[in-house]
């Protein structure tokens, strides 16, 4: 049997969104993928409650929807901050090199984020008229307070960037209201949907920006070409990913009878029942307390536990987690609890880690971490043992 895939994302696939992928190849330009089209980019807006946003599905993933919203808004004489808490603040920086920009990144260390007021200063001390900024960094597991980072920019007049990449669908982010100038993200993670497509939500503000720039240094990447076809998804300008579209339908079809409300209460509570197991099992975060992400949790190794044996004894139990990355590889796992994720499959991943730990001559009092994971689950008064 394939392994529970609690990787920080892919997340695992709904069986409506795979049957929806594999529904027959349809013309690129028919009615019907045009109508699945549509209902997608809908629905994308309402999971980023926008009224008045424009947006672009494209075949990709996440690091295209970075690239596309940089591409898109930077001046050659663009100042970008870069925001960073981790490894995908740093790969922002990495496409502001390679694009030329002149960037800066504003970094805290692995495992905390960068506090608004820190934003709100480096912006009043030099003129930026980009800000950029990570949701929630897959890395180090560190949730930013991005509506505060939003207002920040928008203080000092520059377009805010947000990578909601671990976080769009599952974690409250309201464009219109906070002032997010491009929300941006892939099908993967939080929205349920497999690997495939990218996703930018532009704001007026934003479409304008480009509007303004002219010729830009992109083809493919160039929102402008993919306008038309993003208001009438029977035009063409490069083909689409046909099925993939059709299972982007069905996962947001899902989040809308799910309800923004009771998914982001659902995702929290997947974070509060992970974070309850893995400290029944004395685990630390690296993550600090105070901005740990509901998506994910990425956990500290105690002495003694080898990262290569420890997953292979989870992966045999059935269930897959992540090593970690760049600096903190062997050092950390990763275990996503996003998209479509259910109380049981987290209970059930919980039960198989304990079955792993004995494996691995750890002991324990069996039966706490999956004890504490169905209590965090019944709700926050049953996890406080009130
Ligand atoms: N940003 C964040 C926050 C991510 O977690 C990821 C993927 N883990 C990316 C960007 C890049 O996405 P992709 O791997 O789909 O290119």
């Not at 993670?189 to 503000?205: E, I, R, Y």
């Not at 099925?243 to 995702?267: D, K, S, V, W, Y």
């Not at 536990?305 to 062997?330: E, K, N, P």
């Amino acid at each position: 049997m394939d392994p529970l895939l609690l990787i920080p994302g892919p997340s695992p696939v709904a069986p409506r969104i795979l049957e929806a992928l594999a529904r027959p190849t349809v013309s690129h330009v028919s009615a019907v993928l045009a109508a699945d089209t549509r209902l997608a980019l809908d629905h994308l807006k309402s999971i980023v409650f926008t009224r008045v946003g424009h947006p672009f599905i494209l075949a990709g993933a996440g690091t295209l929807a970075m690239e596309i919203a940089l591409v898109n808004l930077a001046r050659p004489e663009s100042r970008i901050l870069i925001v960073s808490q981790g490894y995908f603040g740093d790969r922002m920086a990495e496409i502001a090199a390679a694009f030329g920009l002149e960037h800066e990144r504003l970094q805290s260390p692995w495992g905390s984020v960068v506090a608004a007021e820190d934003v709100a200063r480096r912006l009043a001390e030099r003129p930026f008229d980009l800000v950029t900024a990570t949701h929630v960094d897959t890395g180090s597991g560190g949730c930013a307070p991005v509506c505060a980072y939003a207002a920040a920019a928008r203080a000092a007049g520059a377009l805010f960037i947000l990578d909601g990449v671990c976080a769009t669908g599952g974690i409250e982010e309201r464009m219109d209201d906070w002032g997010l100038d491009v929300v941006l993200t892939a099908a993967q993670k939080c929205l349920g949907a497999p690997p495939g497509l990218a996703v930018d939500v532009f704001s007026p503000a934003a479409l304008e920006r480009r509007l303004s720039l002219g010729a830009i240094r992109a083809y493919y990447a160039d929102i402008l070409r993919w306008r038309p076809v993003m208001d009438d998804p029977s035009r063409y300008f490069s083909t689409p990913c046909v099925n993939e579209h059709r299972a982007l339908a069905e996962a947001t079809r899902l989040i809308m009878e799910e309800g923004l409300a009771a998914r982001f209460r659902r995702q929290a509570g997947l974070g509060r029942a992970a974070r309850a197991g893995l400290a029944a099992l004395g685990l630390e975060l690296l993550t600090e307390d105070g901005c740990r992400a509901d998506t994910l949790s990425v956990v500290r190794y105690p002495e003694g536990l080898d990262d290569a044996a420890f997953r292979a004894a989870w992966l045999r139990h059935g269930v897959q987690v992540a090593g970690g990355l760049a600096a903190t590889a062997g050092r950390v796992f990763r275990m996503g609890h996003m998209g479509n994720l259910t109380g049981d499959q987290l209970l059930f991943a919980f039960e198989a880690l304990e079955a792993a730990w004995s494996e691995l001559g750890r002991r324990g009092d069996t039966g706490a971490a999956p004890r504490a994971v169905r209590e965090a689950l019944a709700g926050p008064a049953a996890e406080a043992g009130s």
